[in-house]
C-alpha cells in the first residue's frame, strides 16, 4: 500500500503514508467495502478525504451533506432578464444588453446607485 502511494500518487504520499496506511487497511477489510473499482475509489475518497481532522464516519457524512445540497439546486438557470424602463432621455421601452437603447445609458443594479439613499 505504502509503496503504491509513493509510486503512483508522489504528490499525495506525504499526505497519506505512514498514517492514512492503516486508515485504509480498516476500511477494505470492511464487509461493506464496494466491490466495483470507481464504488472503491468513491468509497475511500469519501472516507479519507476529511483525515486527520475529522472521523472517518464524519467525513463521509460531510461528503454526503454537499451531494445532498447539490442534488437541491434547481437544474434552471436564468437565460435572459429584461427590463423595461422610463430614462430622462424621453426613451420608454424594453432594454438592450442592460443599458437604454437610445442613449446607452446603463441600468443601475444596485439601489444607492438608482436613488442615491443607503438602506439601513
Not at 486508515?23 to 486527520?52: E, H, S, T
Amino acid at each position: 500500500m505504502k509503496a503504491a502511494f509513493e509510486e503512483h500518487g508522489k504528490s499525495y504520499a506525504h499526505n497519506f503514508v505512514p498514517e492514512r496506511v492503516s486508515d485504509v487497511f480498516l476500511l477494505i477489510r470492511r464487509r461493506k467495502f464496494p466491490k466495483r473499482k470507481k464504488a472503491q475509489i468513491n468509497f475511500l475518497a469519501d472516507l479519507l478525504g476529511g483525515r486527520p481532522d475529522s472521523s472517518l464516519r464524519r467525513s463521509r457524512d460531510i461528503c454526503e451533506e454537499e451531494r445532498a445540497k447539490q442534488r437541491r439546486k434547481s437544474r434552471h438557470k436564468i437565460i435572459r432578464n429584461e427590463f423595461y424602463i422610463e430614462r430622462t432621455c424621453g426613451y420608454q421601452g424594453p432594454a438592450l444588453d442592460n443599458a437604454c437603447r437610445s442613449c446607452g445609458a446603463e441600468i443601475p443594479f444596485s439601489l444607492f446607485e438608482h436613488t442615491g439613499k443607503v438602506l439601513s
